[in-house]
């Protein structure tokens, strides 16, 4: 699979190389800087400008280059009017939902300081604006990044930027081993916010996020560092033991099963059972010799309630201290209900004086997520669209055969797993990863489309 989607004869105009080479390099370097835009020394504002950070800026480059030299929503194939038109849906939903969020911007500043700024302003931009600069990549992608050798390209590029956070993360747990040994508070109802202390406030003064976060790359990532592992030589084996043994230390434990799960479905679409015997044969011998705190977290799940095992406590209190009330509360109420509170609803609760719920400002899990922020009307609509989508992905892959589209397809698969206990549907940091793979599965599929079609 070498070709590529051909703009000849469709696309409006052409750009010179010199412009399409830049618009490449600026795309590449955004893609390589996902992990590491909220490290401190990059949040810093240049020349004191609101706004004007690193990172913000390079998105405001690629966001020029597709306006102005490219025809953003003129489709050139069937699947790709498809596509545009779905991201058209999903981009009205998004922008719905945001402006129903800025009257919320004191109420959210007051229960959540440290996460939402106090000005309308502020709310905009870093709430509102910056979400949408991870969208960038989707459109680019579909639009620019066409042939095989294009995609896989971005794969190395991507490959690359979790090499650099792997090394750098291990290097800092290394010279900070107490992080390690952090005990996880049980909290209300045993849910697991609160815990390890130490190894979030490593992460939040390194690279300017909760673990869990990063947990969510590795989660999008490590199925294309298999990939690269297996078919492009022993060079990759490197990294993809570097990533493992970061997300070991991590301390997620959905990151550490979800990570295990969707490597494991690559692994089973590409019938490499030795690989996968090899594997588990692997982590028994580790775990036989060193049970690490993620794994030692995975066993205790549900065994340290009071109450005894349930779903509550499989959950670690998410059931009866976030979803319960919440859910209740919006389903007494016909405008929630219908149309939901605007991006991060959750924050909008009237029982979070209460006491009722625990001090989070997310559901931690993305379809409940989804539905506080949009309603049951928008939240079915999704519903339909996830699994005629999963349907349609899978048989895609059936026809493909391709290594690079079913790690693709683990990595979209190990993505939503971790939706049960996090993550998001709209765009937000942890799911950033999620639009570059997603338009690379559908240019992986309009090659195949196009060679059939050409024949």
């Known amino acids: ?235 990759w084996i490197a990294p993809l033991c570097l990533s493992l043994l970061a997300v070991l230390l991590l301390g997620s434990r959905t990151t550490l099963v979800t990570v295990v799960a969707s490597c494991s479905l690559f692994l089973i679409l590409r019938r490499r059972f030795d690989i996968l015997i090899l594997g588990a044969a692997a982590a028994g011998v580790t775990s036989f010799f060193w049970i690490g705190p993620t794994v030692n977290a995975v066993l205790s799940v549900g065994l340290g309630s009071s109450a005894g095992f349930s779903a509550d406590a499989l959950l670690t209190g998410r059931v009866d201290s976030l979803w319960g009330p919440l859910l209740e509360e919006w389903t007494s109420n016909i405008g929630l209900f219908l149309f939901g509170a605007g991006r991060h609803g959750m924050g909008t609760s009237q029982l979070w004086d209460t006491g009722a719920l625990i001090q989070a400002n997310v559901a931690h899990n993305a379809i409940v997520e989804f539905f506080l922020d949009c309603g049951v009307i928008l939240t079915g609509v999704l519903l339909i669209f996830l699994l005629v989508g999963i349907a349609t992905a899978w048989r895609v892959g059936r026809r493909l055969n391709s290594d690079l589209y079913w790690a693709l397809f683990a990595s979209i698969f190990g993505y939503g797993i971790s939706m049960a206990t996090g993550r998001d549907i709209l765009p937000t940091y942890e799911n950033m990863y999620a639009f570059p793979i997603i338009a690379m599965m559908i240019n992986l599929a309009r090659l195949r489309y196009l060679d059939t079609y050409h024949s």
């Open 1 to 235: 699979m070498s070709g590529s989607l051909s703009h000849s004869g469709q696309a409006p105009y052409h750009l010179t190389l010199p412009v399409a080479q830049a618009g490449t390099f600026f795309f590449l370097l955004f893609v390589f800087m996902l992990p590491f835009q909220r490290v401190p020394f990059l949040t810093e504002n240049l020349f004191g400008i609101q706004g004007f950070k690193p990172f913000n800026l390079l998105s405001a480059v690629v966001l020029a280059y597709l306006v102005f030299n490219t025809a953003c929503l003129h489709a050139t194939d069937k699947i790709e009017r498809i596509s545009i038109r779905i991201f058209l849906l999903y981009f009205a939903i998004l922008a719905i939902a945001l402006i129903r969020s800025v009257p919320n911007t004191p109420l959210l500043h007051s229960r959540f300081p440290d996460s939402f700024p106090e000005s309308y302003f502020d709310f905009v931009l870093s709430a509102c604006i910056v979400p949408t600069f991870f969208t960038l990549s989707f459109l680019f992608i579909l639009k620019r990044m066409c042939s095989f050798q294009e995609l896989e390209r971005i794969t190395t590029v991507i490959c690359l930027s979790m090499l650099l956070l792997s090394i750098a993360f291990v290097s800092l747990v290394l010279m900070n081993p107490s992080v390690l040994l952090s005990e996880r508070s049980s909290g209300t109802a045993g849910l697991d916010l609160a815990s390890r202390d130490e190894m979030a406030q490593l992460c939040a003064a390194y690279f300017g996020t909760h673990y869990n976060v990063i947990g969510s790359m590795y989660i999008s990532t490590v199925p294309l560092l298999l990939y690269r592992a297996l078919t492009r030589g022993a060079l």
